[in-house]
Structure formats: C-alpha cells, structure tokens
C-alpha cells in the first residue's frame, strides 16, 4: 500500500479528475480530506471512497472562499493530525466560466475566472504549505491546462489563470523542496467531461496520438504517481498528461 500512513486532500473531489485522484490514494490506503461545492456530490464520492477502507472526511463548500479554507484545513489537521498530500485541483473553463473574447471581456468576470483557476489554489497551498514544511515531507499537484501552454481563442482568463500556477509552482519549488516539499503542475489535455460536445470531442481526439479521449482512472494514476514518493526527484515541473495534445498531429 503505497500510501498507507499518508493523508491526502483534494478539492473539488466530488468527481472528475479530483475523483479519479482520491480514488488511487484510498486505493493505495490513504486518509483522506475531500472537497466540493457540491455537497451532495462530495457525499456520493466520500461513501465510495469509503469502500476501500479508509478514513474520509468532507467539508463542502467553495475554496474561492478564503474562511471556508481556513476552517477546513484546520478541521483537516484535526481530525487527521497533518496532511501530507495536497491535490490543489479546483478550477474550470465554460461552462463554469463561459467564454469571451478578450477585447469584449469585462473585468469582474476575468477576475472571477482568475478567483477560480489562480486564486482558489493559492489559498489552500498557503493554508497548508507551512505545516508541511515543519513537518519536512509534503507532495502537491496544482492542475493546470494545455490551454496555459497552447492559448485559447475566447478563454484567455482561463488560459493565463491557469499559466500563472506555472510561475507560482516552479518559484515555490525553489524554495520548499530542499525542506522535504515536492510541488509541480500537471498539464491536462483532453479529459472527458459532461459538458463537452460530442463535435468538440472528436475534433480534440484528432489531435491526441491515440486518436481518443483520455480515461479519467488515467489521469488519476499519474497524479497519484506524482504524489507519491516514487516522484522524489521531480519538483518545480509543469508535467504534461494529454495523451500528445501537446504535440499535436499536424498531418492527417
Ligand atoms: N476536463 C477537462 O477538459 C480539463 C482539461 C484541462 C484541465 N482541466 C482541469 O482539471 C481540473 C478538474 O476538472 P474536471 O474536468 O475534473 O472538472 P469537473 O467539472 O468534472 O469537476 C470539478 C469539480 O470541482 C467542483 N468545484 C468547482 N468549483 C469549485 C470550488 N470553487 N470549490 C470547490 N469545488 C469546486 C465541482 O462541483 C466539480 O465536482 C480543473 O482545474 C480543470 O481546469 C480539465
């Protein structure tokens, strides 16, 4: 059990990605701290987690909210008595944040996008980031997005929202990892999720070199790899999880 002894929190885990995630943790028997807006989604996930026979706490709510993460993390060190794994993975283009062109894009609502896909994360890292550091182990994943590195026509505050966690994990790298912190970001391209057309779908699988979309236990693995002390030298990184997208094919 890879994981055993460790406890993980991981915000907005009520399915997705953030799911996916917790599920390889508990799987390899973490603790863990799970979180979503949704509170009746977070409980549907807490009682599956629950199945593979570990602790699970919930605490829902939104982690825009600077009291709510601060009542959560201190409940988190609580109940659990430390964190050791952090997946800093809240934040999300339209629907969520429905797309507009740069020059027609009124300010509240790129902040708001920046609140989500920025902010939110720095708020829990700065919650929980110093404890690990007297603790001297920790290991953290923000999710990011292809679209920080490739641009996005009409998504530009979800676009730089998302690089600027780029510039925020590879500065912090520099300096927690010689005190026992391993921080990076992973850059996703092409998860499934509900509200993706099914035009949009196959236009993204085109792209990827295995000619699909990803499976979302996929993208959970290598998170969980990343999290996990088999990632000991890697620290500062944005790591790519895009089945090529990044690459992407140019000829038919
Ligand atoms: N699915 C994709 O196409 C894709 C691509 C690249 C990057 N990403 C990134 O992956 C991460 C997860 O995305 P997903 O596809 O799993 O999304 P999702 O919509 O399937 O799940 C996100 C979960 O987070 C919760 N949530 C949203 N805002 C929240 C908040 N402020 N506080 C607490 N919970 C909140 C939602 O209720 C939901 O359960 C996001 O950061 C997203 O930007 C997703």
Known sequence: MRFAGKVALVTGAGRGIGFATANELARGGAELIIND??????????????????????????????????????????????????????????????????AASDLAHFRAIFEVNFFSQVLVLRALLPGMIKRGYGKIVCVSSMSAVLGQESGSAYASGKMALHGLVSSVSKEVARKGVNINAVVLGNPPHP???????AYLDKLSHFARVGDLAEFGRAIAFLLSDDASYISGAAVPIDGGLLTPRLNE
């Open 37 to 102: 807006m949704d509170g009746e989604r977070l409980e549907a996930a807490a009682s599956e987690l629950r199945a593979h026979g570990v602790k699970v706490t919930t605490h829902a709510g939104s982690v825009t909210d600077i009291a709510f993460v601060e009542t959560m993390t201190t409940h988190a060190v609580a109940d659990h008595g430390k964190v050791d794994l952090l997946l800093n993975n809240v934040g999300g283009g339209p629907p969520m944040t429905p797309w507009a062109e740069f």
């Open 195 to 201: 509200s993706r057309t099914p035009d949009r779908q």
